[in-house]
């Protein structure tokens, strides 16, 4: 119990400690530049939150953190899944081709819109393309 919780304050303070000496880094390089960091740190602050900023932050960010969900997932079960941004992209795309054509009506496309669009996504990640180009390539 004691080994679990000093390790726990240890990555704490290692995450802290990093976080610090970004900020730091950061400030340094806007410094050298001329510009004063605390007003410049503070105008990223306003844009990432204020007006439209907050929008554009988790439009920007919850993709980012959903494939660092599903990457942590993935290497917490042992595995190693280098194709998410492919299988995000793959299944954006076949999002947006079965909101604009599917023929359906409002309530049967919001309910296709989830196994449809990700479909394609799952073939990518099972490697089917490539086991497709492999299979029929003829040893050498």
Request: hydrophobic share 55%; aromatic share 4%; net charge positive.
């Amino acid at each position: 119990m004691i080994a679990a919780a000093l390790d726990t304050k240890s990555r704490l303070a290692a995450i802290l400690f990093s976080i610090a000496a970004a900020v730091a880094l950061g400030g340094l390089v806007v410094g050298l530049t001329g510009a004063n960091p605390i007003s410049v740190y503070l105008e990223i602050a306003k844009g990432a939150v204020l007006g439209r900023g907050l929008d554009e932050t988790l439009a920007r960010s919850v993709p980012l953190v959903g494939m660092a969900l599903a990457a942590a997932i993935a290497l917490r079960a042992g595995l190693v899944n280098l194709g998410g941004d492919g299988q995000m992209l793959i299944g954006g795309l076949a999002a947006a081709l079965v909101a604009l054509y599917l023929p359906v009506p409002g309530v049967a496309r919001a309910v296709l819109h989830w196994p449809l669009p990700s479909a394609p996504a799952e073939l990518y990640a099972a490697g089917l393309p490539r086991s497709c180009s492999s299979a029929s390539a003829s040893p050498s």
